[in-house]
C-alpha cells in the first residue's frame, strides 16, 4: 500500500486571509517502510514573511526571492503525488491541506479530497489522550532522533512524521504481517544489509616512554593480584 507523509511551512495561519505556502516536503511510503522517494520545494510567497513565522520555520524574504512559485513546481508535485487515491498523511492535516488545495486552486488544479487525509494529531490524541501531541513530544515518545531539528522544515518534519506514523498505527512489529518475500521488502532489507557498518578492531604501539612509565607505575602497586600464583 502506497501513502504520502507530507508538510508544509507558510506564511502564517490562514490562506484565506492571505497567508501563503512557501515549503512542502512530501515522504514515500509502502506497506509502512519509507522507500527513499521524496518531493521537496520551496516556493516564493510573494509577499513578505511576517517575522512570527520567520522564527518558526528561518525562511525569510531574501531566501526566498528567488524561489519559484508554486505554479512553477506542481506538475512535478503532482507527478510524485500520483494518479491514484493514496492515503496522504499530515499532522494537523487540515492545516496543510487548506494550504495544499489553496494553492492548487489559486493556480487552477483540482484539489486532494479530504477523504484521502489521515490527521496523526487525531490518531495521537486517541492512542495517548491527555499527553502532548507535538510532533516533538511523539519523537520523544518513541525515541526518535530530533537533532537535527533546530527549526521547522518541511521535508526532515516530513521524514519525522513517517516515523511517528508508523508508530502510532503499530510500530516495527507492522512488518511481521507482510511477506517478506515482496521486492519492496526485498529491496528493504538488502538495503539495511548494505548499510551494516562494522568497525574494525583498534590496535594501538605504545612508546618507549610509555611503556617506562608504566613499568615504573607497576613496580609501585602494593601485592599486585597478577604476581599472586593460582594456588594462592
Given amino acids: 500500500m502506497r501513502e504520502i507523509v507530507f508538510d ?4 502564517g495561519l490562514s ?8 515549503e512542502i516536503g512530501c515522504v514515500e511510503l509502502v506497506n509502512k517502510v519509507m522507500t527513499g522517494r521524496t518531493f521537496h520545494a520551496y516556493v516564493n510567497p510573494q509577499r513578505a514573511m ?3 513565522a520567520f522564527r518558526v520555520h528561518g525562511l525569510s524574504d531574501v531566501f526566498l526571492s528567488d524561489k519559484p512559485l508554486f505554479h512553477d513546481v506542481v506538475e512535478d508535485l503532482l507527478e510524485f503525488f ?18 495544499l488545495n489553496g494553492e492548487l486552486t489559486r493556480c487552477g488544479r483540482p484539489v486532494f479530497s479530504t477523504e484521502r487525509m489521515v490527521d496523526t494529531l487525531v490518531i ?26 533546530t527549526l521547522h522544515g518541511a521535508l ?4 519525522l512524521l513517517a516515523q511517528v506514523y508508523v508508530e502510532l498505527t503499530g510500530g516495527r512489529q507492522i512488518t ?3 511477506s517478506v518475500d515482496t521486492p519492496i521488502m526485498r529491496e528493504t532489507m538488502a538495503e539495511a544489509r548494505t548499510h551494516i557498518h562494522v568497525r574494525p578492531a583498534r590496535h594501538f604501539s605504545a612508546s618507549a616512554v610509555e611503556l617506562e612509565r608504566h613499568a615504573n607505575f607497576l613496580k609501585g602497586v602494593e601485592e599486585p593480584l597478577w604476581g599472586k600464583s593460582a594456588s594462592g
Avoid at 15 to 22: A, C, E, M
Avoid at 85 to 93: F, R, W, Y
Avoid at 133 to 148: F, K, N, W
Fill in 15 to 22: 490562506f484565506s486571509g492571505g497567508d501563503r505556502l512557501v
Fill in 156 to 159: 526532515l518534519d516530513a521524514q
Fill in 8 to 11: 508544509t511551512e507558510t506564511t
Fill in 50 to 52: 511576517p517575522v512570527e
Fill in 124 to 149: 495521537a490524541r486517541t492512542r495517548h489522550p491527555g499527553a502532548k501531541h507535538s510532533l516533538d513530544a511523539l519523537c520523544s515518545r518513541y525515541g526518535i532522533d530530533l537533532s537535527a531539528r
Fill in 176 to 178: 511481521m504481517g507482510l
Fill in 82 to 99: 500520483g494518479d491514484g487515491d493514496c492515503p496522504l498523511i499530515a499532522h494537523n492535516a487540515s492545516f496543510d491541506f487548506g494550504f
